[in-house]
């Protein structure tokens, strides 16, 4: 049984940071592509960013790029979503997510396992 648990949410005022994390047990952390994706009221589910197996490779949604960094610590089981400059249309709820695939990382679908989600607040 594979379970993924994020943390780190919560609310901050618009050009502040939070860090989310997520761990990740049941199997190899090391063999998962982690992603990281947010739902925001009344839209659909969307992709903010990828990481590889690695590490080495990372993917962004355009309008995070600069502002979000995507992180993996193998022997920790975990990964992260820093996100810094944090302004209000960043509020949702931020899910991560597994897969065992080697492509489609932007869509929902490629993934196999997913968190519960962490709330994130911006004010402005």
């Known amino acids: 049984q594979v379970q993924l648990v994020e943390s780190g949410g919560g609310l901050v005022q618009a050009g502040g940071s939070l860090r989310l994390s997520c761990t990740v047990s049941?199997?190899?952390?090391?063999?998962?592509?982690v992603g990281w994706f947010r739902q925001a009221p009344g839209k659909e589910r969307e992709f903010v960013a990828a990481i590889s197996r690695s590490g080495g490779t990372t993917y962004y949604l355009d309008s995070v790029k600069g502002r979000f960094t995507i992180a993996r610590d193998n022997a920790e089981n975990t990964a992260y979503l820093q996100m810094n400059s944090l302004i209000p249309e960043d509020t949702a709820v931020y899910y991560c997510?597994?897969?065992?695939?080697?492509?489609?990382?932007?869509?929902?679908?490629?993934?196999?396992?997913w968190g519960q989600g962490t709330q994130v607040t911006v004010s402005s």
């Open positions: 049941g199997r190899t952390f090391s063999s998962y592509v």
């Open positions: 997510a597994a897969t065992f695939k080697g492509w489609g990382y932007r869509s929902l679908n490629t993934y196999d396992y």
